[in-house]
């Protein structure tokens, strides 16, 4: 068998005989780098917003527009039995780490003298009887979550735009931003937020915003048997949270801070924060 | 004309400069922050479409379970949703459609969760003291020997 004859490539001739290029000069290649940073900046500003748009086609909630809305929480302490379908739900939907709380219920036991608030592991498991060393003459449990705010403590305090509040009225933390700095989790008079153990990040209550933009209701509200937990759009008319902001004697918590609540309460008693 | 040459080099300078930091910029800035205001815009659609919900509320049971859905919506559990008891949908049935069968507390303490008297409940809310409520020794008595759970009125 013939072998075919092996060479090394041939390098042509013109390129290796080709006297040196007139002009490699600082101003030349000053203004070669103009040319390719100016090029560089096009393709920039240009390439990745071109995929932007083809990539938010795909996803679900296109057809949603956050002006439209303006979403509210009601709830109605005299209804709350304290079963704590709301905080599982809450856990299950959300993947709550365990021992942190999106949302929460509080049992307070009253006295003329004194005020005993007990929420034994969020109110997760429901409640058992309790036993105080006072004369109680009232009871009741008050659920609590983010209150989301209109003039929110916790997002003027963020310092690198993690925190935000939407057209819709919903506070968000953006976890790809969030450095877990933790200065809202002290900055919210409500406790509503915490450093998740798995992302080192800021967690809340965000109303189910995967749910609620898909014209669901947040997971604790569509569990809640006994209608305690009720959700609306301030922007129907008819909307029954609407209504009962509208018509009925609401309140809401720590109101003396002026954080504008969004989220409104039903016979609220006054040991309530 | 000689004069001329540094105001010309000081320029270019300067553009490049310019040139870096706009570069730069977009690197560093994320591409919708600032849109509406200090925060990344992008991450709205990410928490629209964060994950699967995983409560679907009744009406997707009522699709397979249509007797347990028509004696809860009949009797005084109709304002309970499925979902409370049996856990969440998404639980029970996987994105790619396979079926996994929930597990049921049928014990004593599921019911208790709602209907054990403790302070705090509202007065009119059906609460029971368990002593009181079965005649004879408590031990080994499941509210489902006598009760339905999708219709508990005896």
Not at chain 1, 215 to 241: H, I, M, S, W
Not at chain 2, 14 to 27: D, E, K, T
Not at chain 2, 69 to 82: D, E, F, I, L
């Amino acid at each position: 068998m013939e072998k075919p004859p092996r060479s090394l490539p041939v390098v042509p001739d013109e390129h290796a005989s080709a006297p040196p290029e007139p002009g490699h000069g600082r101003r030349e290649f000053l203004a070669n780098v103009l040319r390719l940073s100016g090029g560089a900046l096009v393709f920039l500003a240009g390439g990745p917003a071109a995929e932007a748009g083809g990539a938010s086609g795909k996803e679900a909630g296109e057809a949603y527009h956050w002006d439209e809305h303006s979403y509210a929480y009601l709830v109605d302490t005299s209804k709350c039995i304290g079963c704590g379908s709301c905080v599982r739900a809450c856990a299950a939907e959300n993947q709550v780490p365990d021992g942190f709380f999106r949302t929460w219920v509080e049992r307070y036991v009253v006295g003329m003298e004194r005020t005993h608030v007990d929420s034994p592991n969020g109110g997760k498991d429901g409640f058992g009887p309790i036993q105080v060393d006072f004369v109680g003459t009232k009871s009741f449990f008050v659920p609590k979550l983010c209150n989301h705010c209109r003039a929110t403590p916790c997002i003027q305090v963020c310092p690198v735009g993690a925190s935000y509040r939407t057209h819709d009225g919903v506070v968000l933390v953006d976890a790809e931003r969030c450095i877990g700095c933790a200065y809202c989790v002290q900055a919210c008079p409500y406790g509503s937020r915490f450093l998740s153990p798995l992302t080192h990040t800021a967690e809340k209550c965000t109303w189910c915003y995967h749910r609620i933009t898909k014209g669901l209701r947040p997971a604790c509200v569509e569990v809640c048997p006994t209608g305690t937990r009720q959700f609306g759009d301030l922007k129907r008319p008819n909307d029954p949270v609407r209504l009962a902001i509208e018509h009925d004697r609401i309140g809401v918590l720590q109101a003396h801070l002026r954080t504008e609540p969004n989220c409104y309460y039903l016979h609220l008693d006054k040991e309530v924060r | 004309m000689e004069h001329a040459r540094h105001v010309v080099r000081v320029v270019l300078l300067v553009m490049v400069v310019l040139a870096v930091a706009f570069l730069a910029r977009g690197f560093l800035v994320p591409r919708s922050y600032g849109m509406y205001g200090p925060y990344r815009y992008d991450n709205v659609r990410e928490q629209m479409n964060v994950r699967r919900p995983a409560h679907a509320g009744p009406a997707a049971c009522e699709q397979c379970h249509p007797d347990e859905a028509t004696a809860r919506k009949a009797g005084v559990h109709r304002n309970v949703s499925c979902e409370v008891c049996h856990g969440p949908f998404a639980a029970h049935v996987k994105e790619d459609g396979s079926v996994v069968t929930p597990t049921v507390d049928r014990s004593y303490t599921l019911c208790a969760r709602c209907h054990r008297k403790v302070d705090g409940r509202p007065a009119g809310f059906p609460q029971v003291v368990l002593e009181e409520h079965v005649s004879g020794p408590v031990e080994g008595k499941v509210c489902l020997g006598c009760h339905n759970p999708h219709s508990p009125k005896l």
